[in-house]
């Protein structure tokens, strides 16, 4: 058996950079090479033990990752050695309602790979052809690994609808949030603001997409600026992608916040994983008939974003505020939860 060097969670908030057995892979499975792969909040969430007992350790994570293929399963059709790809980490049943109606994320038994099963934090890893995605060799392999955290901006802008002179204001600008901004910047060149509790992450999505509005909540009533913003008209769809809000003394909780800042008519997506209830007001949404749609993962809009790193239309490198060395990844998991506001995207580099 070979081995190879992977990230393992062998104690909750206690990575190891050790050898483990290198992966096998059946008939219809490729082994890819990771060349980069991302940290995410929920990776900051099995970190700690709080996935638990749906993860447990020891366990390699990631689910954000891409790489090149070195060896393909006698049934691989569409991918070759050598090729680039990117990786949709949903597993679906294909059996539940759901998954009947073809809307996967809503699968009652959805696994993700780097979640459920080890996942990207290794030097390989074994994935079956479904889900590789191949990606041109004109783009940079690191903005390859970030296409499915772009994925879920633009799977978040198909559940709101967002279309083209739409008006959008996105509740926090963290790494789901810019990556909303990357993705509905492609939609729409009307008004988009931000909103975050942080200045250097709305400065950060400010120094990218100079034209957007950003509003610091601790400073100012969102609800109020967005209405000022908008000439008194609220916007066509706003994003809550808050996660664990804080609440901030004077202000709604961000998702009643996201209702009073449309139109009449208009959509708010909600995306952020809180583990405690909301408290909203239903006649401020029923006045308005409007709509709340939730958004999970993604749903094949990896194609959507690699299109779009293909054009130019994206600014990937504005998602990543560092590269580690896989063998540092403990530092880098105590960075983001003891800096949140000096990082954002933290890429492990392989090789
Ligand atoms: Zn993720
Ligand atoms: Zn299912």
């Known amino acids: 058996m070979e081995t190879m060097n992977a990230a393992v969670l062998e104690e909750y908030r206690r990575f190891n950079w050790k050898k483990v057995n290198q992966p096998e892979i059946a008939d219809n499975e490729a082994l890819v090479k990771v060349a980069f792969a991302g940290?995410?909040?929920?990776?900051?969430?099995?970190?700690?033990?709080?996935?638990?007992?749906?993860?447990?350790?020891?366990?390699?994570?990631?689910?954000?990752?891409?790489?090149?293929?070195?060896?393909?399963?006698?049934?691989?059709?569409?991918?070759?050695?050598?090729?680039?790809?990117?990786?949709?980490?949903?597993?679906?049943?294909?059996?539940?309602?759901?998954?009947?109606?073809?809307?996967?994320?809503?699968?009652?038994?959805?696994?993700?790979?780097?979640?459920?099963?080890?996942?990207?934090?290794?030097?390989?890893?074994?994935?079956?052809?479904?889900?590789?995605?191949?990606?041109?060799?004109?783009?940079?392999?690191?903005?390859?690994?970030?296409?499915?955290?772009?994925?879920?901006?633009?799977?978040?802008?198909?559940?709101?609808?967002?279309?083209?002179?739409?008006?959008?204001?996105?509740?926090?600008?963290g790494k789901v949030g810019q990556s909303i901004l990357q993705a509905v910047r492609t939609k729409t060149t009307n008004t988009v603001i931000m909103i975050d509790i942080l200045d250097k992450r709305l400065n950060l999505a400010k120094s990218h997409y100079p034209d957007i509005f950003t509003i610091n909540a601790t400073r100012e009533n969102p609800v109020d600026r967005v209405k000022e913003i908008t000439g008194g008209k609220g916007v066509d769809v706003a994003v809550e992608a808050v996660g664990h809000h804080v609440e901030i003394e004077g202000r709604v909780n961000p998702v009643r916040g996201c209702i009073q800042s449309i139109r009449g008519a208009g959509t708010v997506c909600v995306l952020g994983l809180g583990d405690e209830p909301l408290p909203l007001l239903m006649k401020e949404l029923i006045w308005k008939e409007a709509k709340i749609v939730a958004s999970r993962v993604s749903h094949g809009e990896f194609a959507e974003a690699i299109e779009n790193l293909e054009k130019g239309t994206l600014k990937p490198d504005a998602l990543v505020t560092d590269v580690l060395n896989p063998a540092q990844i403990q530092d880098g998991f105590m960075m983001l939860e003891n800096e949140p506001e000096n990082h954002l995207k933290i890429l492990l580099k392989f090789d």
């Open 39 to 173: 940290i995410c909040g929920s990776d900051q969430h099995i970190f700690k033990g709080e996935f638990h007992p749906r993860t447990t350790i020891p366990f390699i994570p990631g689910h954000e990752f891409a790489g090149t293929i070195i060896a393909t399963g006698p049934n691989v059709e569409k991918f070759h050695i050598g090729d680039h790809v990117a990786v949709d980490p949903i597993i679906w049943c294909g059996k539940c309602p759901a998954c009947l109606r073809q809307h996967y994320p809503a699968c009652s038994s959805l696994k993700l790979l780097g979640v459920d099963v080890n996942g990207g934090f290794g030097e390989y890893i074994n994935v079956p052809e479904h889900m590789l995605y191949r990606v041109d060799k004109s783009i940079p392999i690191h903005h390859a690994a970030l296409v499915e955290v772009l994925s879920i901006g633009f799977h978040a802008c198909r559940r709101a609808n967002v279309q083209k002179d739409d008006t959008v204001v996105i509740w926090g600008a």
